[in-house]
């Protein structure tokens, strides 16, 4: 089922807490992915959040901290599977690799809406299933999306932010 006024809407979340294979910052891994999602054929970036730094979830001893953002993406209308393939694509390119669950990560690319999209299977699950949960996720998306309403649980972005616990994130230094 999809919301039709924002149809061509991909929201994606990035993060990294790894060096890229070149050596790159986390920060800089980052925002070569933003690139690289505004260079996907019939789509544009059009806003993407300031960046900014959080701890692993679930917590990970010894694991560094995250740099995290979001795009937003509008355009032609992609099909969830080949949306998801293209930013695996943009992980493998920076390095990420999958040893176990959660792992620190070099880059991680996560589609968190197409649209008003409610997709249960198969992947991508759509809404994410756990994007309500993250204020990693849910901070930047309120920054280029506000009044964003969850598909599936009906509460805008800002009332599912409030209703996490902890304070709230504060962006990098430019």
């Known amino acids: 089922m999809r919301d039709s006024k924002d149809e061509n809407v991909a929201l994606v979340a990035i993060g990294a807490n790894l060096p890229g294979p070149d050596g790159a910052p986390p920060l800089e891994t980052c925002r070569r992915a933003a690139r690289a999602l505004a260079a996907l054929p019939g789509l544009r970036l059009v806003a993407l959040s300031p960046w900014y730094r959080s701890d692993p979830e679930p917590p990970m001893p010894g694991a560094p901290a995250f740099v995290n953002g979001l795009a937003r993406l509008e355009g032609a209308a992609w099909d969830p599977a080949a949306l ?12 990420r690799s999958r040893p176990f669950p959660n792992a620190p990560r070099s880059l991680d690319l996560d589609l968190i809406a197409l649209g008003g999209l409610v997709r249960p299977a198969p992947d991508p699950v759509l809404p ?3 994007a309500h949960l993250r204020r990693f996720v849910l901070q930047p998306l309120a920054d280029v999306a506000p009044g964003w309403r969850h598909p599936v649980l009906g ?6 932010l409030a209703a996490l616990p902890g304070p709230a994130l504060r962006p990098l230094a430019a």
């Open 84 to 95: 998801l393939r293209a930013l695996h694509a943009i992980e493998a390119e920076a390095g």
């Open 155 to 160: 509460q805008s972005v800002e009332a599912l």
């Open 128 to 130: 994410h299933p756990r």
